[in-house]
């Protein structure tokens, strides 16, 4: 009787000790999931915060004479006259007679960088849309320096010591009299997703890398996938089981783990140094990430295909069909939605990375927009990493703001692959 009572308290006991345990093991797991959120709203936080005033640039209204002896004295209209003609010179005169009282050659420099370089081409653009508009006054609205800029968002202290900030004291004078007119105004950024890079902070945008990033990315798509799928489907369903295969897959989970700078210095000696194909085009850099994401897609597709039942096979067998037509016609269709979810999770992996990217020369300053593969161009990733690296504090919001739209490029292509397989996917 005591050997049973003792028994069941060593029983009650051990219970006790493994709930204890279990419990410390939810508490921890729930911590560390907690410490995740945390971190990751943190993260969202800060970027979010340095990058949303980017959405959102400083102009200033100037009542411009476009003077015809400045800009077309012989009266042709020609376009290459018009073209080459001083428009920044009018964009001068303007500020100049609205702060008559500036004489000094330092002061008028301090004065012409209120408004950015760009203005003489936005001026230019227009009147060489119509002609017609030489001779008249022209209220413009120009954007403006990225200090005043920053100024205008806050980011810049205008109470602080003129020695310690980018803006002087008497820039800050002339900014608070266009305030007073209600000629100074911030307004959506339209700029920043219609243009390429610049110099100018004020300037730049990220159409042109978001451009190079698709066009690089269809290039991927076109030859990963359908490569990825015949992979898949050989190895799975027709190639022998024998060393030669098992080292064909050991060398493809392998390849899903190689650090994606090593592909990139594949494409500069393959593709660059002996094929001798355009650097820094999104032609070089599909190939180079369609190395990088077969492996992801070969795994995805074969995992895809293994969870297709054996007796979907059979019966397709049975009733007479070949051992093709079995996979084209039944394996596949069913099969499709795993492998269109690795795909794009493999588009993903390759949409968020630079490594690769920086060795075949995807990192060199681009302004113009591509208009083909064979174009020169960058990708949304080097973009942020120009950006980062550049020293104006404008560029500090725009590399925030390049990151969000990345992430939201990145969600949008993860929430897909999300759907697809809750759409289409069949348990069996």
Known sequence: ?????????????????????????????????????????????????????????TYIQLEIKIDE?????????????????????????????????????RAKRALYRLVSNGGSFILRDMVMENPELIGTTQTLWIPADDDVDMLMKGHI?????????????????????????????????????????????????????????????????????????????????????????????????????????????????????????????PLIGGLVLTLMTLPTIIIASRAALKSVPMSIREAALGVGASKMQTIFYHVLPLAMPGMLTGTIIGMAQALGETAPLLMIGMVAFIVDIPGSIFDPSTVLPVQIFLWADSPERAFVERTSAAIMVLLGFLIIMNALAVVLRKRFERRW
């Open 157 to 281: 202290d205008r109470h602080a010591e003129e020695d310690n900030r980018r803006i002087k004291n008497n820039q800050i004078a002339w900014i608070d009299k266009f305030i007073t007119e209600n000629k100074i105004e911030k307004r959506f950024n339209t700029t920043f997703f219609t243009a390429g890079d610049s110099r100018d902070p004020e300037l730049s945008g990220i159409w042109g890398a978001a451009v190079g990033s698709i066009l690089t990315l269809v290039v991927t798509l076109l030859l990963s996938f359908p490569i990825g799928v015949a992979t898949a489907v050989y190895l799975e369903e027709f190639a022998p089981k024998n060393r030669w295969t098992d080292l064909i897959e050991v060398n493809i989970n392998n390849l899903a783990a190689v650090p994606s700078i090593v592909f990139g210095l594949l494409g500069l000696a393959v593709f660059i140094n002996f094929f001798s194909l355009p650097r820094s085009a």
């Open 1 to 57: 009787m005591n050997s049973n009572k003792n028994t069941m308290d060593m029983v009650k006991s051990g219970l006790a000790k493994r709930r204890r345990a279990e419990k410390r093991f939810r508490i921890y797991g729930l911590t560390a999931i907690s410490l995740g959120l945390l971190f990751l709203v943190l993260l969202f936080s800060s970027i979010i915060s340095k990058g949303y005033s980017a959405f959102l640039q």
């Open 69 to 105: 002896q400045l800009i077309d004295p012989n009266g042709t209209r020609l376009e290459e006259t018009l073209s080459s003609a001083n428009y920044a010179g009018l964009i001068k005169a303007t500020l100049r007679s609205t702060f008559p009282e500036v004489k000094k050659r």
